[in-house]
């Protein structure tokens, strides 16, 4: 007699608790997970970048790992602000896993830290089905996008605990239909919040640093619906490789500039989200 094995769903099923552990070991800690979801050239980093200033003119104990597919640059951006920074390069790989994440941390994130940044690479649909032991995730997307995108990521924004828009300064140049991309977002996420920000202008300055600290005080949540639910599987032939590579910056090395460190890790599993949730205000 031959049984069949549901191998996507034993995947997303390991995937699951190793994003469930990872969420309990970091929480017990006292570290908060933001992970940041957004197409490439939605100005993720320049508001990083900004939001990790605020936190640490106010003495808020942060740091950021940001993934990408190749380049350091985000983490020279990002180490300008002084909080430790770390680059993984994915090497192709379209999306950041809860193992992957895990193992990146091990001997690195500082053991005072409350919040834990994880810019993701930029991508809306691999992202979107992997959970990374995050409390708050932030669906990102810039005023230049279109109106519609919520309604063409649907898993990405459906799944969001907050939603910001980006590049507020420029609206009116590209005259973005705000209300209209309410309406979209409330449409495949119901009651979830939507900020309005600009690195250049101001607009919303210290607004995630905000919504992360509430999550991390324990404040009441938004829960997405779409996220109780069974998500789409993104397939990959090269499941249990981890292509990344590391670069770490610290800010603080002594040399006017951040520490480089590089390594190699191996073997990641794929991660099903069912992330908590965001404040609703």
């Not at 699951?16 to 992970?35: I, K, M, P, W």
């Not at 990408?68 to 985000?74: G, P, Q």
């Amino acid at each position: 007699m031959c049984r069949v094995v549901d191998l996507k769903a034993a995947v997303l099923a390991k995937n699951d608790s190793a994003a469930q552990l990872l969420r309990g070991e970091l929480g017990a800690r006292g570290t908060t997970v933001v992970n940041l979801l957004s197409s490439p050239g939605s100005g993720k980093t320049a508001l990083l970048e900004a939001e990790l200033g605020f936190a640490r003119e106010r003495g808020v104990p942060v740091a950021a790992l940001t993934a990408d597919l190749a380049t350091e640059n985000d983490a020279v951006r990002l180490g300008r602000s002084g909080v430790p920074v770390k680059q993984v390069l994915t090497d192709g790989l379209c999306h950041l896993e809860a193992r992957m994440l895990g193992r990146h941390l091990d001997g690195w994130l500082p053991a005072d830290t409350r919040l834990l940044f994880v810019e993701n690479v930029g991508n809306l649909v691999c992202p979107a089905s992997y959970d990374l032991g995050e409390s708050l995730r932030v669906v990102l997307a810039s005023v230049t996008e279109g109106e519609d995108k919520p309604l063409k990521y649907p898993t990405a924004f459906g799944t969001a605990h907050l939603v910001v828009v980006t590049k507020t300064d420029i609206a009116g140049a590209v005259e973005f239909d705000e209300a209209a991309f309410r309406a979209n977002v409330q449409q495949v996420n119901p009651g979830v919040e939507v900020v309005l920000t600009s690195a250049k202008a101001g607009e919303g300055a210290g607004a995630l640093l905000d919504r992360a600290l509430a999550v991390a005080d324990g404040h009441p949540v938004h829960a997405p619906v779409m996220a109780q639910q069974p998500l789409p599987h993104h397939h990959h032939d090269h499941e249990d490789h981890d292509h990344g590579h590391d670069h770490e910056h610290d800010g603080d090395d002594g040399h006017g500039g951040p520490d480089h460190h590089h390594g190699h890790g191996a073997g990641p599993g794929h991660l099903h989200p069912r992330p908590a949730a965001a404040p609703t205000r």
